[in-house]
């Protein structure tokens, strides 16, 4: 889920600090340049500072999440916020589409106290488009707000970057993307976390690629190995993984991933034993179905299991030895 907040939002902590002053005095410059690298965030700022800047809350911070402003925003239905269409394959805003804006930015906004324009990659638009948002930028409406992102604003003329208030995204420490892995409920090893955030040299969307691709087929697998396990299926379970018996590596990754969701199972059956809820930090299908399926001691015994595989994966156990110790010790049921 993207951030809604500026709190949410990972990195950049002075950028962010400027922008907590701009919303607390309700001052957000007409005109806005978000540069950086692809996967720096620059769009999710973007939307976080138009959220601000139609919210219509009178105290406390905003954006507030709760007005009908802010509402129609996360619905991605407001009025206000607009997204100016691009010229087909060109990538770049049409000529028409600014003079159009021209029009539409001196009426009055619809619902909200300011109208919000968001050109999005503004690094591919011609110098004619350029020299056409420049014209509403010398002549703003006091109500209009303009927000452009693009990689470097060394692809804008000169004159648009003077007329803008320019911030710069850095690439985030590898900490903080590490423990941000964390929090989207990717059932993966810690070390694998902690590798993606280090090949990401500090760009979120670049360590989310990384992982999404690396987990794509081991979630796969990982359907199928939980449905042999809940079936009893011993034979099937063993033909599953015979496409794996040559790969150590994603053999160990199949096992971290299904040990890490028997232990969201496990919190799961304790949440509905104790009344509590557990939807917030447990949202695996397949832990809901082990959870549904078995019980607590059962859960509790596949994880020994589990682990007992893992340490004898580490040991250098023969693959295919390890493969039918694991099969014959999953299928007890």
Same mark, same amino acid.
């Given at each position: 889920?993207l951030p809604l907040k500026l709190d949410d939002f990972i990195g950049n902590d002075r950028i962010k600090q400027e922008f907590r002053r701009m919303f607390k005095a309700r001052n957000i410059p007409n005109s806005i340049i978000i540069e950086g690298e692809s996967g720096l965030g620059k769009s999710t700022l973007s939307?976080?500072? +138009?959220?601000?800047?139609?919210?219509?809350?009178?105290?406390?911070?905003?954006?507030?999440?709760?007005?009908?402003?802010?509402?129609?925003?996360?619905?991605?239905?407001?009025?206000?916020?607009?997204?100016?269409?691009?010229?087909?394959?060109?990538?770049?805003?049409?000529?028409?589409?600014?003079?159009?804006? &021209?029009?539409?930015?001196?009426? /009055?906004?619809?619902?909200a106290p300011s109208k919000v324009y968001i050109f999005e990659d503004a690094q591919s638009m011609t110098k004619q488009a350029q020299n056409a948002i420049l014209w509403l930028l010398e002549n703003p409406s006091e109500h209009a707000i303009f927000l452009l992102t693009c990689n470097s604003t060394r692809f804008l003329?000169?004159?648009?970057?003077? #007329?803008?208030?320019?911030?710069?995204?850095?690439? !985030?420490?590898?900490?903080?993307?590490?423990?941000?892995? #964390?929090?989207?409920?990717?059932?993966?090893?810690?070390?694998?976390?902690?590798?993606?955030?280090?090949? /990401? #040299?500090?760009?979120?969307?670049?360590?989310?690629?990384?992982?999404?691709?690396?987990?794509?087929?081991?979630?796969?697998?990982?359907?199928?190995?939980?449905? /042999?396990?809940?079936?009893?299926?011993?034979?099937?379970?063993? !033909?599953?993984?015979?496409?794996?018996?040559?790969?150590?590596?994603?053999?160990?990754?199949?096992? @971290?991933?299904?040990?890490?969701?028997?232990?969201?199972? +496990?919190?799961?059956?304790?949440?509905?034993?104790?009344?509590?809820?557990?939807?917030?930090?447990?949202?695996?299908?397949? @832990?809901?179905?082990?959870?549904?399926?078995?019980?607590?001691?059962?859960?509790? &015994?596949?994880?020994?299991?589990?682990?007992?595989?893992?340490?004898?994966?580490?040991?250098?156990?023969?693959?295919?030895?390890?493969? !039918?110790?694991?099969?014959?010790?999953?299928?007890?049921?």
């Amino acid at each position: 889920m993207l951030p809604l907040k500026l709190d949410d939002f990972i990195g950049n902590d002075r950028i962010k600090q400027e922008f907590r002053r701009m919303f607390k005095a309700r001052n957000i410059p007409n005109s806005i340049i978000i540069e950086g690298e692809s996967g720096l965030g620059k769009s999710t700022l973007s939307k976080i500072i +138009a959220n601000a800047a139609i919210c219509s809350s009178i105290n406390g911070v905003i954006p507030c999440l709760e007005c009908t402003n802010c509402i129609k925003f996360k619905e991605k239905a407001h009025p206000d916020v607009i997204y100016p269409q691009k010229l087909g394959t060109s990538q770049s805003f049409g000529v028409d589409e600014i003079r159009k804006i &021209k029009v539409d930015s001196y009426s /009055s906004p619809n619902e909200a106290p300011s109208k919000v324009y968001i050109f999005e990659d503004a690094q591919s638009m011609t110098k004619q488009a350029q020299n056409a948002i420049l014209w509403l930028l010398e002549n703003p409406s006091e109500h209009a707000i303009f927000l452009l992102t693009c990689n470097s604003t060394r692809f804008l003329i000169d004159t648009l970057c003077s #007329r803008c208030q320019i911030f710069s995204l850095s690439p !985030v420490d590898t900490n903080l993307v590490a423990d941000y892995l #964390r929090l989207q409920n990717f059932e993966i090893s810690k070390e694998k976390i902690n590798k993606a955030a280090e090949n /990401s #040299r500090g760009n979120i969307k670049k360590a989310l690629k990384e992982l999404s691709t690396k987990t794509d087929h081991t979630s796969s697998l990982l359907k199928s190995v939980t449905d /042999s396990i809940l079936k009893g299926d011993e034979w099937n379970l063993l !033909v599953l993984l015979e496409q794996i018996r040559n790969d150590r590596k994603s053999f160990a990754s199949l096992i @971290a991933l299904l040990l890490s969701t028997l232990k969201n199972a +496990a919190i799961i059956k304790s949440c509905e034993k104790k009344g509590a809820p557990y939807e917030g930090f447990v949202k695996s299908n397949e @832990a809901k179905l082990l959870a549904q399926k078995l019980e607590l001691q059962e859960i509790l &015994k596949l994880i020994e299991i589990s682990q007992e595989v893992l340490k004898y994966q580490e040991l250098n156990m023969a693959l295919n030895v390890l493969i !039918v110790h694991f099969c014959s010790k999953m299928c007890f049921r």
